[in-house]
């Protein structure tokens, strides 16, 4: 079969079987939404630019500098996402090192303002480039390592490399992996069908690992998942990467909850629900002046957010969190399920914000409760640290300073230029 219609009717099995996933989640009127509702917008259009993170001065040369080719669904946008962020601050590093790094947007969009800041950090971006099929076949032999993000893309795009360009090492980031999160809400939900699509996305996830040179996890938790399922796959931690404020503001005059978090994710809805219905009401009744304010993208249109509970305040889209993040008291991830790394907990910790968390959301951050966390697996709980370290200024100061050392031993640039050297003489 020609690579052309191959690449083609791999494609179609995967956007089929994804538009099933979503269709088991949201339903008709969700699924619908999806497909055919408009997505994020360039906040130029409003006025209102985003702060990108800019160009990193020159950082130590690489030992042996390579052409990079990153593919994603569409262009990283930072001031929405983790996943963008974590993109974002790869290509950062990467350009800073010396290596030559361009990004291919599969949906092929110009995204405005996004695109031009990325363009700004060295990065060649092949915004408009047509069928991805075509320009591989052109292109790809130039490059010396190709990413995938997502297994839905490897899909496709894996087999069309091996045959467009053989030499090419291709590393698969699996961003998170997607069929332990689609496994966990069907078992949150109790929902057999969406249970059978994820054992399904597992062996399709999988086999996309396998058939990689290398695998990316964000999480030493799916790191071991990985190689315990696939003993032969060569597996490699790339972690979320983040700049920590060096002071960040102390307790005294913080005030407030901060929940941040995007509509379009799953996780994020099923957790705004579950903190303004019950949770937020047992911390209000406790400390009556308490807000909550909610930060993501599409958060507004959420029947929950408008409901207009007291002491709910909905932001929806924020395209700078900085000012938020300095004022609030408490960063919050009441996450019942997901997989991977939780951005919002790295960043609510780089900015010196002490976070309540479900152990869901805490998974793969190496934090401990009481030390640089507190946990809870239920609205009760979750409530009760809340008051507890609102009320106790030491123990507030030891979370913010205990999480803050957590992202610079983890999350830092510094650990993900270790991890990219390792990464770099492992793909030799």
């Not at 042996?64 to 996402?81: G, N």
């Not at 990467?94 to 996004?114: K, N, S």
């Amino acid at each position: 079969m020609r690579p052309t219609l191959s690449y083609q009717l791999r494609r179609l099995r995967s956007r089929l079987h994804r538009m099933r996933i979503a269709l088991a989640v949201r339903g008709w009127r969700g699924l619908l939404a999806r497909v055919f509702g408009p997505g994020p917008t360039d906040a130029t259009e409003s006025g209102a630019a985003p702060a990108l993170p800019a160009a990193m001065p020159p950082q130590p040369q690489a030992a042996a500098t390579r052409r990079w080719l990153l593919v994603d669904v569409t262009t990283p946008r930072p001031d929405r996402d983790s996943g963008s962020l974590r993109s974002w601050n790869l290509m950062r590093l990467l350009r800073a090192q010396g290596h030559q790094v361009d990004f291919l947007p599969d949906d092929g969009a110009d995204a405005g303002h996004y695109t031009a800041a990325l363009r700004a950090l060295g990065v060649t971006v092949h915004a408009g480039a047509g069928s991805l099929a075509r320009w591989f076949g052109r292109h790809l032999a130039d490059y010396d390592v190709l990413v995938v993000s997502r297994y839905h893309l490897a899909e496709s795009l894996l087999p069309l490399a091996r045959a467009t360009a053989p030499g090419v090492r291709v590393v698969l980031d699996t961003v998170d992996l997607h069929h332990l999160r689609e496994q966990r809400e069907a078992e949150l939900r109790a929902h057999p069908g969406l249970l059978r699509l994820a054992r399904t996305t597992r062996q399709r996830e999988l086999a996309m690992v396998a058939a990689a040179d290398m695998a990316w996890v964000v999480s030493p938790v799916e790191a071991a998942l990985l190689r315990e399922a696939i003993p032969g796959a060569c597996v490699a931690l790339l972690p979320n990467i983040l700049e920590p404020l060096a002071s960040p503001r102390g307790y005294a005059g913080r005030s407030g909850l901060l929940f941040v978090g995007g509509a379009r994710h799953p996780p994020n809805v099923d957790a705004v629900e579950w903190l303004v219905r019950e949770i937020f009401p047992l911390v209000r009744a406790r400390l009556p002046d308490c807000e909550l304010h909610l930060a993501g993208d599409g958060l507004a249109a959420l029947a929950v957010a408008r409901e207009g509970a007291p002491g709910v305040v909905v932001h929806d889209h924020v395209p700078d969190l900085a000012p938020l993040l300095g004022r609030c008291r408490f960063g919050l991830a009441p996450l019942r399920y997901g997989a991977g790394v939780k951005g919002k907990v790295n960043m609510y910790m780089a900015h010196g914000l002490p976070v309540v968390a479900t152990p869901s959301a805490a998974e793969g951050t190496f934090l401990e409760h009481g030390r640089d966390v507190l946990l809870a697996a239920d609205a009760a709980g979750l409530a009760d640290a809340v008051v507890e370290a609102s009320r106790d200024p030491a123990l507030w100061q030891r979370l913010a300073a205990n999480g803050l050392a957590n992202v610079h031993e983890h999350f830092s640039f510094d650990t993900a230029r270790r991890a990219v050297d390792g990464i770099l003489e492992t793909l030799r």
